[in-house]
C-alpha cells in the first residue's frame, strides 16, 4: 500500500546512546517533516525538508539532526539520547508546499529512553 | 504560544448524540484541515479548507471555516463508536512549508 513507512515501530534506548530513525513514502512527494508528539503537547515539528536537498529547523530541533538522502527518504538521528527525547514521533509527507494537499503519517516510532 | 486552541479537550458522549468541537486562532490561516488519529496510529487527513465561510460535508462530519479564516469547527452528526479518537486541527499560514497543529479533541463515543 502506498504511504509513508517508519521503521522502528519500538525502541528502548539508555541515556547517551544514539539511533537512527527511518522514514520513506512512495507517493512521490516533495516535502517531508519530522513530529514529535507528547501528551499534552501535541504535535511537535522537529525538521523539516520542503523539497529534495533542503532541510530546516522546525519548533523543537535542539538534540537531533536529519538527512534527505533522496526524494523518498527522510531520516531523524538522536546522537546522544536523553530522557526527555521519550516520546512518539511521527514522519509525514505532503505533496504541495503549505501541506495544502494535506499530510500522509507514517504509524509512528514509540521511543522510550531510560 | 499556542497558535491554535482547541475546545473542548476531552469530549465523551453516547452513541447517536451531536457533537462539536472548535478551533480557534488570533492568527489567520491561508487553509486549514482536520485530521483524526486513532490510538497507535498516525493522524489521517478528513478534510482541507481554503475559503472563509467554506462548509464542507463528509457523511455525519460538517466542517466550517470562519469567514475570518481564523477558525474552524467540526460538527458531527449521530455519532457512532467508530468516530471515537482524536480530532486535530492544522493551519497553513502563508508561503510556509510548516503546519501549525493544535492539542486536539480526545472524542470518545460510547456504545
Known amino acids: 500500500n502506498a504511504g509513508v513507512t517508519q521503521t522502528p515501530k519500538f525502541q528502548v534506548l539508555k541515556t547517551g546512546q544514539s539511533m537512527t530513525l527511518q522514514c520513506a513514502q512512495d507517493?512521490?512527494?516533495?516535502?517531508m517533516y519530522w513530529y514529535r508528539q507528547d501528551p499534552g503537547m501535541g504535535l511537535r515539528l522537529i525538521y523539516y525538508?520542503?523539497?529534495?536537498?533542503?532541510?530546516d529547523k522546525g519548533e523543537v530541533p535542539n538534540g537531533y539532526n536529519v538527512s534527505r538522502l533522496n526524494k523518498r527518504e527522510f531520516s531523524l538521528r538522536l546522537e546522544s539520547a536523553a530522557p526527555s527525547q521519550t516520546s512518539v514521533y511521527f514522519c509525514?509527507?505532503?505533496?504541495?508546499?503549505?501541506?495544502?494537499?494535506?499530510?500522509?503519517f507514517g504509524s509512528g516510532t514509540r521511543l522510550t529512553v531510560v | 504560544t499556542q497558535l491554535l486552541e482547541q475546545s473542548p479537550q476531552f469530549l465523551s458522549i453516547q452513541e447517536g448524540e451531536n457533537l462539536t468541537v472548535y478551533c480557534n486562532s488570533s492568527?489567520?490561516?491561508?487553509?486549514l484541515q482536520w485530521y483524526r488519529q486513532e490510538p497507535g496510529e498516525g493522524p489521517v487527513l478528513l478534510v482541507t479548507?481554503?475559503?472563509?465561510?467554506e462548509v464542507k460535508k463528509l457523511k455525519r462530519l460538517t466542517f466550517q471555516f470562519g469567514d475570518a479564516r481564523k477558525d474552524s469547527s467540526l460538527h458531527i452528526t449521530a455519532a457512532q463508536p467508530g468516530d471515537t479518537g482524536l480530532y486535530l486541527c492544522?493551519?497553513?499560514?502563508?508561503?510556509?512549508?510548516?503546519?501549525?497543529f493544535g492539542k486536539g479533541t480526545l472524542l470518545t463515543v460510547n456504545p
Open positions: 507517493m512521490n512527494h516533495n516535502s
Open positions: 492568527s489567520v490561516f491561508s487553509s
Open positions: 479548507v481554503v475559503t472563509g465561510g
Open positions: 492544522a493551519g497553513a499560514r502563508g508561503s510556509n512549508y510548516k503546519l501549525t
Open positions: 525538508s520542503a523539497s529534495e536537498g533542503t532541510t
Open positions: 509525514a509527507s505532503s505533496d504541495r508546499g503549505q501541506g495544502a494537499g494535506g499530510y500522509t
